[in-house]
């Protein structure tokens, strides 16, 4: 049987599908704020213009980049890990580290961040929060709401690490 019709019984397929469209999706802002980063340069030293809502645009790429890839950067394992252990261990005890670290470290980190951002954006939504410049994006609120996308898709994925890990756990083979 190939990966791709491998039974699903919990249904992790989906949950990293959302992970793995949305990490796609936001790489290509890099390439985007690359270009726009060329064009604001460009603008400023060649023509003497520049625009605030141009160059905040880079900020909020950045941040779509880093708080939506996050999760996309832990599914393939991209993170910096010290595994001085890790890598000798066997593949279920590598599975018994991994199920712990997201139950007791991932899961509750992810959670503090969703309950102490949400008061804060939505405070923001509440005044469709904008820019403090003039001429600057209207976009705040917006911005912050990756404050609770971040939790969330980590959240999801550490669903997907708990089920990936409990089978192996479970078998006694090593």
């Known amino acids: 049987m190939t990966p791709a019709a ?64 996050i999760s996309y950067t832990l599914k393939h394992q991209g993170h910096v890990r010290v595994d001085i252990f890790y890598r000798k261990f066997s593949r279920r005890g590598q599975a018994i580290v991994d199920l712990f670290g997201t139950l007791f470290l991932l899961i509750p980190v992810a959670l ?4 102490s951002s949400w008061d804060y954006v939505f405070q923001s939504w509440g005044v469709l929060e904008g820019s403090r410049e003039a001429g600057g994006l ?29 089978p192996v756990v479970r078998r006694h083979d090593g």
């Open 138 to 166: 209207p976009l705040v609120f917006l911005l912050k709401t990756l404050m609770l996308l971040l939790p969330l898709l980590l959240l999801l994925q550490a669903v997907v690490m708990v089920l990936q890990s409990l």
């Open 6 to 69: 491998t039974p699903d019984p919990h249904g992790e397929g989906v949950l990293q599908q959302i992970n793995e469209l949305t990490g796609r999706s936001v790489s290509w802002l890099t390439l985007l704020m690359v270009v726009v980063t060329f064009i604001v340069v460009v603008l400023r030293y060649s023509f003497d213009l520049g625009w605030i809502w141009l160059q905040e645009s880079v900020t909020y790429m950045h941040a779509a980049v880093f708080m939506l890839g």
């Open 112 to 115: 503090f961040i969703l309950w």
